[in-house]
């Protein structure tokens, strides 16, 4: 599975953004996919999961209330909905996939496909 990230941009401080993220090359539709973030000189961490099915998804505390994740399975396409944004919401995101269930969403242990990364710039 190849995943394609895009959709990252510079915006101001409480605007939003939707970031996509695009499968080929497998049954992407079998795989729960993740949205996850590394700021500079900090470690990659969990934003956002969702399962196979779409029927659960999973959000950082930090993100909860602010980012919708959905996905078109008709599409291959999963996406990050980012409302209300902050300028600690500053880093590079990646999708990923992986055979994840709803309690294995956060574990970044769980996904084996990753796209190339965007970057998002929120200016205060």
């Known amino acids: 599975v190849q995943l394609q990230a895009s959709g990252g941009g510079v915006v101001q401080a409480g605007g939003s953004l939707r970031l996509s993220c695009a499968a080929s090359g497998g049954t992407f539709y079998n795989y729960g996919a993740g949205w996850f973030r590394q700021a500079p000189g900090k470690e990659r961490e969990f934003v956002s999961g969702i399962t196979a099915s779409g029927g659960s998804t999973k959000y950082a505390d930090s993100v909860a209330g602010r980012f919708t994740m959905s996905r078109d399975r008709a599409r291959n396409t999963v996406y990050l909905q980012m409302n209300s944004l902050k300028p600690e919401d500053t880093a590079v995101y990646y999708c990923?996939?992986?055979?994840?269930?709803?309690?294995?969403?956060?574990?970044?242990?769980?996904?084996?496909?990753w796209g190339q990364g965007t970057l998002v710039t929120v200016s205060s």
């Open positions: 990923a996939a992986g055979r994840t269930i709803s309690s294995s969403l956060r574990n970044i242990g769980a996904y084996y496909y």
